[in-house]
């Protein structure tokens, strides 16, 4: 397969078989948003979980909170985000349409990473390199566009009622951390983790789910002394490499880690690494980062609200802010890479096969069950009894669509990664078919051994 087709091979995927929809579609659509369909749903279901068993229940330091998307407009300011969450605009100067400057830079070839440069400096190499819009004009000069979604809340729309759209997930966690600290009874260190929902005004949007103007974020805030965070900052890193190449199953070869350029990090940042993965033909791209945020948020929002949010350590007689460490990821980038990591095509013309070799804990169904022929009540009957047995236990699909090698293929390509028949031998012996999704066998087992089969496998 061809990395330069791959993001088209696997929007049409989504798009065909259930996994992601356009938003508003029946309108025209609605840029940079989408809808996650059956297919899709069950999969970000399972990425959830598996984010959630790795990062909270298999660990007695860390819990989970969920958090509101409106917030007083006070914890933006703290935050730093009014004043400072800017991307780069420049405009094309015959049709205005606007992009980032930073991107457009680095698809030109001029340098990687250009999200750090100053106004000056990107203007500079506008100039020096002659860089024209994607539709070959000149282009303005570079300015800073806010990237908070605002809104109103209440009766009247004026300056009074302004709030904003949680540029970033993880702010809940900081305002929450002295109640969350009090009604558990924790000790230093500990962390807490959400799924949140967050809004960016993207100034260019593209390469489908990987920048889109709302997303889920996926947030470990680990508050440690300070004298402790070099120590912790290095183990959660670990954790991270550990989380896609063992609970994710991602080949380590397809990720890296970039450190961020001095005049990159974010505001709050006092050290930043990307894990990045491999897109094809997109390159290596951020799908987590991992920060050491030292005290800034606790000291920000004690400083803004006039609470004391200090830590006390009754063993030291000891009171301050801790030091964060944060690992935060996107959803919908590691959904995107959950697609790009285990696509798989194999075969040419007619018998060429589509697949997702999913981990079975993540595929949206884990078994499917076929009556080989749905025009045969005995058979129809014995492949139901089977099916309702087994959604009980595991997410089940029901397929008597067309011929059995069809069905496989259909299966296939949603990542089902088990296929039952029931055929005329299953009438006579109650043995039935097991179809494995990557190597191709069916062997034959006994219905009444099917359970603990699957149990095995999944």
């Not at 696509?343 to 884990?366: H, I, T």
Request: charged share 30%; aromatic share 14%.
């Amino acid at each position: 397969m061809e990395n330069n087709d791959k993001m088209e091979k696997i929007v049409s995927l989504c798009k065909r078989r259930g996994f992601v929809y356009p938003s508003s579609e029946i309108y025209g659509g609605f840029a940079a948003t989408y809808d996650f369909g059956p297919l899709g749903f069950l999969l970000k279901k399972n990425i959830e979980f598996a984010w959630r068993k790795w990062n909270v229940q298999m660990r007695d330091d860390v819990v989970e909170i969920e958090g509101a998307i409106f917030m007083s407009p006070k914890v933006w300011e703290a935050s730093g985000h009014v004043g400072g969450f800017a991307d780069t605009l420049v405009e094309d100067l015959v049709n205005h349409k606007r992009y980032r400057a930073d991107h457009l830079i680095e698809e030109a070839g001029i340098m990687e990473n250009a999200g750090g440069l100053t106004l000056e400096k990107i203007d500079e190499l506008i100039l020096k390199n002659s860089l024209k819009s994607p539709d070959g004009n000149p282009l303005s000069g570079a300015k800073k566009f806010n990237q908070l979604v605002k809104t109103h809340l209440g009766a009247v729309e004026d300056e009074s009622t302004i709030v904003y759209l949680k540029g970033e997930s993880c702010q809940n966690i900081y305002l929450d951390w002295k109640s969350v600290l009090e009604t558990t009874r924790r000790k230093l260190p500990f962390g807490i983790a959400q799924i949140g929902k967050a809004f960016r005004n993207e100034i260019t949007v593209k390469n489908f789910l990987f920048r889109t103007r709302e997303f889920e974020q996926m947030d470990v805030q680990y508050f440690c002394r300070p004298e402790d965070a070099p120590k912790y900052y290095q183990e959660w890193k670990n954790n991270r490499w550990d989380f896609y190449t063992k609970m994710m199953e991602f080949n380590p070869e397809h990720l890296r880690w970039r450190q961020h350029e001095k005049d990159e990090k974010a505001f709050y940042a006092t050290d930043a690494w990307d894990v990045e993965f491999k897109f094809a033909e997109l390159g290596f791209r951020e799908i987590e980062g991992v920060h050491d945020r030292g005290s800034y948020d606790l000291d920000q929002h004690s400083k803004f609200s006039g609470q004391d949010l200090r830590y006390f350590d009754a063993a030291t007689n000891e009171k301050f802010n801790p030091y964060i460490v944060e690992c935060s990821g996107g959803f919908n980038r590691l959904f995107l890479a959950t697609m790009f990591e285990f696509y798989r095509e194999e075969g040419e013309g007619d018998s060429k096969r589509v697949y997702l070799s999913l981990p079975p804990k993540l595929a949206p169904y884990k078994v499917a069950v076929f009556p080989l022929l749905k025009n045969k009540p005995e058979l129809v009957e014995r492949a139901k009894t089977i099916f309702d047995n087994l959604k009980i236990n595991f997410t089940t699909a029901w397929d008597d669509r067309g011929n059995v090698g069809k069905r496989y293929y259909s299966q296939d390509e949603i990542g089902t990664p088990f296929c039952v028949t029931v055929d005329f031998q299953t009438l006579e012996d109650n043995t039935i078919t097991v179809r494995d999704r990557d190597t191709k066998e069916q062997p034959r087992i006994e219905i009444e051994n099917l359970g603990n089969y699957l149990n095995g496998k999944l």
